[in-house]
């Protein structure tokens, strides 16, 4: 009997540690990032990188590729648009090197003047693509938008329907994408505050780098190999958006933006959005359907390469910052 109740005593002791070390946990994660944090654990089971070589075949083909050296420079392929309905088109651009595709440009260029756009949060870390296209039955465009901060909230200035979000105070050299209503621009910050640019807007994200500026040159200052699926927004010289996600994960910044000034697409000005497996699309026309998972994100460091995992494989990640395309 004293044998059982000494390991009654230490089985309970045990219980409470366990439910002390359980419950700090918790309350450390709630701290840092609320919701969000838990939602992360629940959806694809936290995150966490792994150190490898610029070979190793857990990269995908294009991303060995993009670190082989020397950087190879890709030329842009065949581009055709459709127009599924009335100042909406969509096309793929594919991405050439030595003649052979190495990754593709999910395209949507769209007639501000017909089509509204909106900038929204969802900081619970609740909702990735597939969510999203639920709670936003009348969405025929859904991509990622700007950066977010540990508790899924904006970690730029955001207006969203009228609404201002994210941190008051913040330094933005870079650019902005502003809508209203029949309007949508992108902005340089070089030279103007941010307050100026978002005036008048209804929906806006500051974000950065500026791959495009008003001067028609790249603005990426930072010669960074960091690859990941990308999200761009642009206007070209006739006054329409175009937003693209790229399909694969061979450029950094500097390569893209380089690529992107030398396309077909005539963009006068490209924003650059925050990117890796948050970097989703989704579209919704009539006769016209196109959904991404995005996948990809490798930080470089000389030769190491440090990729991004999940325990959850399969999971898809949320998208706490969304931008919209919306029938008005």
Not at 21 to 26: S, W
Not at 99 to 127: C, M, Q, S, W
Not at 171 to 194: P, T
Not at 223 to 244: H, M, P, Q, Y
């Amino acid at each position: 009997m004293v044998a059982m109740s000494f390991r009654f005593k230490f089985s309970i002791t045990i219980f409470i540690l366990i439910l002390l070390v359980t419950m700090g946990a918790a309350g450390w994660v709630w701290e840092r990032n609320g919701a969000y944090g838990f939602n992360t654990f629940f959806r694809r089971g936290g995150t966490y990188w792994i150190s490898i070589k610029a070979d190793d075949s857990r990269l995908s083909s294009s991303m060995r590729l993009a670190l082989s050296d020397p950087q190879p420079v890709a030329q842009p392929g065949p581009l055709v648009w459709q127009e599924p309905e009335k100042g909406f088109e969509v096309a793929e651009l594919p991405v050439m090197v030595n003649g052979h595709e190495v990754d593709r440009i999910l395209l949507n260029r769209i007639d501000p003047t017909l089509y509204r756009f909106v900038a929204r949060n969802a900081p619970n870390g609740d909702k990735g693509i597939d969510e999203w296209e639920q709670a936003l039955p009348n969405a025929i465009l859904i991509v990622n938008g700007s950066y977010y901060d540990l508790k899924g909230k904006p970690d730029t200035p955001i207006i969203s329907n009228g609404v201002a979000l994210g941190p008051t105070t913040y330094d933005a050299k870079a650019g902005a994408f502003v809508a209203g209503d029949g309007f949508a621009d992108i902005k340089d910050l070089s030279h103007q505050d941010w307050q100026t640019a978002l005036t008048g807007a209804a929906n806006a994200m500051v974000s950065y780098p500026l791959l495009i500026g008003a001067d028609g040159q790249t603005h990426v200052t930072t010669n960074s190999r960091w690859l990941a699926n990308r999200t761009f927004v642009g206007k070209d010289g006739a006054g329409r958006i175009i937003v693209g996600t790229t399909k694969e994960a061979f450029f950094p910044l500097g390569p893209l933006a380089e690529f992107l000034k030398k396309s077909p697409l005539d963009l006068k000005m490209a924003l650059n959005f925050d990117g890796g497996p948050i970097a989703c699309q989704s579209v919704r026309l009539p006769g016209f359907q196109r959904k991404l998972y995005a996948r990809w994100e490798a930080q470089v460091y000389g030769d190491e390469v440090r990729l991004l995992r999940w325990p959850l494989s399969s999971a898809t990640w949320a998208m706490p910052m969304v931008l919209t395309v919306e029938r008005k």
